[in-house]
Structure formats: structure tokens, C-alpha cells
């Protein structure tokens, strides 16, 4: 039933998931309360009363499993990343076992010049779990890299749901409208943080604005 539910999501990102995907899937399932999340330094929230309407954080440098893909739509491109990265955490790696999740799984994503569209490469990102940054385990798929990313500023918005390039493109503009105008952060690169599978609906996600170095 388990396979099924994440078939069906797969074939709305107009992808086949493969049968061997079904253990990574109930490893996933069993291990899903012990998430370790990315560690963070918070700087400031902007809004009003509970409601942030953003954040600023700083980000660690640490090391992080990365795979690029580029299929012509972005939900294709982030889950076969993802199918990739869920085998490597699960048991494709050197220590052979699971490795433990972490939170958020990110979606590094740049715009073509105009603003209007995503290029098609998509790098995912999957941070290496604290007990095993210094000595991360070796992948067995060779377009997965192990890779040390550097610290990151970042100013941060919450959004709900799927995500597609529709609504990407849809959060970046509002979050532009927000901000007004400014020269703190990257106008071409930005970041999707996931916090939850892509099986749940609803999942919490966060648009990244890069912080100028």
C-alpha cells in the first residue's frame, strides 16, 4: 500500500518509480520521527506579531550528498535526485546502512535571464547526519558527490504544497513584492528547502534568497 501511495505521487511528477524503490520506501517509513535538522545560527524574523513574515539565518559549512539532474520538468529532475539520495541514505553507501534523514532536503535552482523560467539543472542536496560529517560514507552511485558547502546567509519564507516551477516561480515574485528593492541577495540562484517527502501533500517548504557574500 505504502509503494502504491508513493507510485501515484511519482506519476504526478510525470515519473515511474521503480520496484527496487520499495525498501528504501519502508526504511524511510520506519525511521520517519528521527529527523535530524540542519544545524542553523537564526539572525532575525521580519512581521508581524507570531506570523514571521521571513527569516535571516546562518548556515554552517558541512559536507552534503549532492546529485545534479536536468529533466525537462523541475519535479522530474528533484525526484529522481531524491530517488538517488533515499537509496544512498538507506543502504547504498560504504557503511552499508541507514544513515538517518535530515531536514531540509535542498533544491539549489537558477533562473533564466529574462527571470521567467527555471534553467533546467537542478542540484539536490541531502546534508550528511552530525555523526558522520567528519568521515561521511562513500556513495555507491557515481553522480552522487560528496561535497563541503560553504557557510550560507540566507533570508527565508514558508510556503505550502507541491512544488512545481509554476509555484517556485509564484513564491520568488511574492517574496520579491515583500522585500522590495534590493542588492542583499542573488538574483539568479535561489534555493527550495523540503521538510517532508514528497508522498505528503501539504508539505512545508521554504524559498531561500541567497544572501550576497
Given at each position: 500500500?505504502?509503494?502504491?501511495?508513493?507510485?501515484?505521487?511519482?506519476?504526478?511528477?510525470?515519473?515511474?518509480?521503480?520496484?527496487?524503490?520499495?525498501?528504501?520506501?519502508?526504511?524511510?517509513?520506519?525511521?520517519?520521527?528521527?529527523?535530524?535538522?540542519?544545524?542553523?545560527?537564526?539572525?532575525?524574523?521580519?512581521?508581524?506579531?507570531?506570523?514571521?513574515?521571513?527569516?535571516?539565518?546562518?548556515?554552517?559549512?558541512?559536507?552534503?550528498?549532492?546529485?545534479?539532474?536536468?529533466?525537462?520538468?523541475?519535479?522530474?529532475?528533484?525526484?529522481?535526485?531524491?530517488?538517488?539520495?533515499m537509496r544512498y541514505i538507506c543502504k547504498e553507501n560504504s557503511v552499508g546502512c541507514h544513515l538517518g534523514m535530515t531536514v531540509p532536503v535542498l533544491n539549489e535552482i537558477h533562473l533564466t535571464k529574462e527571470g521567467t523560467e527555471l534553467?533546467?539543472?537542478?542540484?539536490?542536496?541531502?546534508?550528511?547526519?552530525?555523526?558522520?560529517?567528519?568521515?561521511?560514507?562513500?556513495?555507491?552511485?557515481?553522480?552522487?558527490?560528496?561535497?563541503?558547502?560553504?557557510?550560507?546567509?540566507?533570508?527565508?519564507?514558508?510556503?505550502?504544497?507541491?512544488?512545481?516551477?509554476?509555484?517556485?516561480?509564484?513564491?520568488?515574485?511574492?517574496?520579491?513584492?515583500?522585500?522590495?528593492?534590493?542588492?542583499?541577495?542573488?538574483?539568479?540562484?535561489?534555493?527550495?528547502?523540503?521538510?517532508?517527502?514528497?508522498?505528503?501533500?501539504?508539505?512545508?517548504?521554504?524559498?531561500?534568497?541567497?544572501?550576497?557574500?
Amino acid at each position: 500500500r505504502l509503494f502504491a501511495h508513493w507510485e501515484a505521487v511519482a506519476s504526478t511528477h510525470r515519473v515511474s518509480l521503480p520496484r527496487d524503490m520499495a525498501g528504501p520506501i519502508a526504511q524511510m517509513a520506519r525511521h520517519r520521527q528521527a529527523r535530524e535538522p540542519v544545524p542553523y545560527v537564526s539572525l532575525s524574523q521580519h512581521g508581524k506579531c507570531e506570523e514571521a513574515a521571513y527569516r535571516e539565518r546562518r548556515y554552517p559549512a558541512g559536507k552534503w550528498a549532492c546529485v545534479t539532474m536536468g529533466e525537462p520538468m523541475y519535479e522530474q529532475s528533484i525526484s529522481m535526485s531524491f530517488m538517488k539520495l533515499m537509496r544512498y541514505i538507506c543502504k547504498e553507501n560504504s557503511v552499508g546502512c541507514h544513515l538517518g534523514m535530515t531536514v531540509p532536503v535542498l533544491n539549489e535552482i537558477h533562473l533564466t535571464k529574462e527571470g521567467t523560467e527555471l534553467e533546467c539543472e537542478v542540484l539536490t542536496a541531502y546534508y550528511i547526519p552530525g555523526e558522520f560529517q567528519q568521515n561521511p560514507p562513500a556513495p555507491m552511485d557515481p553522480e552522487i558527490h560528496i561535497t563541503e558547502r560553504a557557510p550560507l546567509r540566507v533570508i527565508t519564507r514558508v510556503f505550502y504544497g507541491m512544488t512545481t516551477e509554476e509555484t517556485i516561480l509564484r513564491e520568488i515574485n511574492l517574496f520579491w513584492e515583500l522585500l522590495g528593492s534590493t542588492d542583499m541577495v542573488l538574483r539568479e540562484t535561489y534555493i527550495v528547502a523540503s521538510y517532508e517527502n514528497p508522498s505528503i501533500p501539504q508539505r512545508r517548504n521554504e524559498i531561500w534568497f541567497i544572501c550576497q557574500a
